[in-house]
C-alpha cells in the first residue's frame, strides 16, 4: 500500500476506508470554504501555474527541487490523487449513496470546453458538491448538477475507459474524498505536472504485467499507455512487450488494448517507506 493508505487507510486502502466519505468531514468549515472556492483558487490559478511551470520546463528541462517539494506538499494536504482500476471504480461507486456527474474544471478553465466526466462519489444522503458554484460553468448556480445511479456512473466510466480515459480519485482537503475524474494527457491538471516530473497523484495500486507466452509483440498496448511505461525485448527471436513497473500507474488502458488478453494486473509490490 502506498503512504497514503498507512496515514489515512485505517488499515485499508485508503480510498476504500468508508471514513474518508463521511458526512461529519464537511462540518470542517475550512474544508467547505476550500470546496466553495475550488475553482477559482485551485483550477483556475493552478492553469496559470502550470503554463509559467511548463514555460520553464522546455528552456531548463527540469524545475527547482525546492518548487517541487512545496507543490508535492500542498497537493497531499489539500487535493491529491491516486489512478485506481475499473474495478477499483466498481466497488467504490457500487456502494454509494450519491452519486453526481459534473464538467471536468480542467479543461474548462483551460479550454472553455464542457466535458461530463468528473464524478462526486458519498456515502451519504448528504454531499460535498452542494457547496460548489456551478455559475462557473455559464450556467445558472443550480445548474449542472446531474445525478445518478451508480450502476449508469459505472458504466458511463466503463466507456470513458474505452475512450482512453484514466480513473484517477481526489481528495477535497485530505483525507477527504471529493471526486472520481476520468483524465486525458494534456487536459488534466494532474495529468501536466507529471510531464514536469511533480508527482500531484500516486501510482495506483497495482501494475501491468505481460505474460510473454501470450504476447506477440504487436505494440498495441504501448500506442495505449500514456506513461511512457512499454517498451520491447527479444526473447527466443521475438519481440515482446516489456512494462517498466516503476513508470507504470496502474491504469490498465493496455489491458484494454490487447487483441490477445496478454496483459493483466498485480498488487504492486511498494517499497519499504514507498510513497508512490
Same mark, same amino acid.
Given at each position: 500500500?502506498?503512504?497514503?493508505?498507512?496515514?489515512?487507510? @485505517?488499515?485499508?486502502?485508503?480510498?476504500?476506508?468508508?471514513?474518508?466519505?463521511?458526512?461529519?468531514?464537511?462540518?470542517?468549515?475550512?474544508?467547505?470554504?476550500?470546496?466553495?472556492?475550488?475553482?477559482?483558487?485551485?483550477? $483556475?490559478?493552478?492553469?496559470?501555474?502550470?503554463? =509559467?511551470?511548463?514555460?520553464?520546463?522546455?528552456?531548463?528541462?527540469?524545475?527547482?527541487?525546492?518548487?517541487?517539494?512545496?507543490?508535492?506538499?500542498?497537493?497531499?494536504?489539500?487535493?491529491?490523487?491516486?489512478?485506481?482500476?475499473?474495478?477499483?471504480?466498481?466497488?467504490?461507486?457500487? =456502494?454509494?449513496?450519491?452519486?453526481? =456527474?459534473?464538467?471536468?474544471?480542467?479543461?474548462?478553465?483551460?479550454?472553455?470546453?464542457?466535458?461530463?466526466?468528473?464524478?462526486?462519489?458519498?456515502?451519504?444522503?448528504?454531499?460535498?458538491?452542494?457547496?460548489? !458554484?456551478?455559475?462557473?460553468?455559464?450556467?445558472?448556480? !443550480?445548474?449542472?448538477?446531474?445525478?445518478?445511479?451508480?450502476?449508469?456512473?459505472?458504466? /458511463?466510466?466503463?466507456?470513458? *475507459?474505452?475512450?482512453?480515459?484514466?480513473?484517477?480519485?481526489?481528495?477535497?482537503?485530505?483525507?477527504?474524498?471529493?471526486?472520481?475524474?476520468?483524465?486525458?494527457?494534456? @487536459?488534466?491538471?494532474?495529468?501536466?505536472?507529471? !510531464?514536469?516530473?511533480?508527482?500531484?497523484?500516486?501510482?495506483? *495500486? /497495482?501494475?501491468?504485467?505481460? @505474460?510473454?507466452?501470450?504476447?506477440?509483440?504487436?505494440?498495441?498496448?504501448? *500506442?495505449?499507455?500514456?506513461?511512457?511505461?512499454?517498451?520491447?525485448?527479444?526473447?527466443?527471436?521475438?519481440?515482446?512487450? $516489456?512494462? !517498466?513497473? $516503476?513508470?507504470?500507474?496502474?491504469?490498465?488502458?493496455?489491458?484494454?488494448?490487447?487483441?490477445?488478453?496478454?496483459?493483466?494486473?498485480?498488487?504492486?509490490?511498494?517499497?519499504?517507506?514507498?510513497?508512490?
Amino acid at each position: 500500500m502506498c503512504e497514503f493508505c498507512t496515514r489515512h487507510g @485505517d488499515g485499508k486502502v485508503w480510498f476504500k476506508n468508508a471514513a474518508n466519505y463521511a458526512r461529519d468531514l464537511m462540518a470542517d468549515l475550512n474544508r467547505r470554504r476550500y470546496i466553495r472556492e475550488f475553482f477559482t483558487n485551485t483550477i $483556475e490559478a493552478g492553469i496559470v501555474t502550470i503554463g =509559467r511551470l511548463e514555460t520553464i520546463y522546455r528552456k531548463k528541462k527540469t524545475l527547482p527541487e525546492r518548487v517541487v517539494r512545496q507543490m508535492v506538499s500542498k497537493a497531499e494536504e489539500e487535493h491529491f490523487g491516486q489512478v485506481v482500476t475499473i474495478e477499483d471504480i466498481r466497488e467504490i461507486v457500487g =456502494r454509494a449513496a450519491t452519486v453526481v =456527474r459534473i464538467p471536468c474544471a480542467c479543461r474548462w478553465a483551460a479550454l472553455k470546453k464542457e466535458a461530463r466526466c468528473c464524478y462526486s462519489v458519498s456515502y451519504s444522503p448528504e454531499t460535498w458538491y452542494r457547496d460548489l !458554484d456551478m455559475s462557473y460553468f455559464g450556467t445558472a448556480p !443550480d445548474m449542472g448538477l446531474e445525478s445518478l445511479s451508480p450502476a449508469a456512473a459505472i458504466a /458511463q466510466m466503463e466507456a470513458l *475507459e474505452q475512450e482512453g480515459a484514466v480513473h484517477t480519485i481526489w481528495t477535497m482537503i485530505t483525507p477527504f474524498i471529493g471526486a472520481i475524474c476520468n483524465c486525458r494527457p494534456g @487536459d488534466c491538471l494532474g495529468l501536466r505536472t507529471l !510531464d514536469l516530473g511533480v508527482e500531484t497523484m500516486y501510482r495506483g *495500486e /497495482q501494475t501491468a504485467q505481460v @505474460d510473454g507466452g501470450l504476447c506477440n509483440g504487436c505494440g498495441s498496448c504501448a *500506442e495505449a499507455c500514456h506513461f511512457g511505461a512499454i517498451g520491447g525485448r527479444e526473447d527466443a527471436g521475438a519481440y515482446r512487450a $516489456e512494462i !517498466d513497473p $516503476e513508470k507504470c500507474f496502474g491504469c490498465g488502458l493496455c489491458r484494454n488494448r490487447c487483441p490477445r488478453e496478454a496483459i493483466s494486473m498485480r498488487p504492486r509490490a511498494w517499497g519499504k517507506g514507498s510513497r508512490r
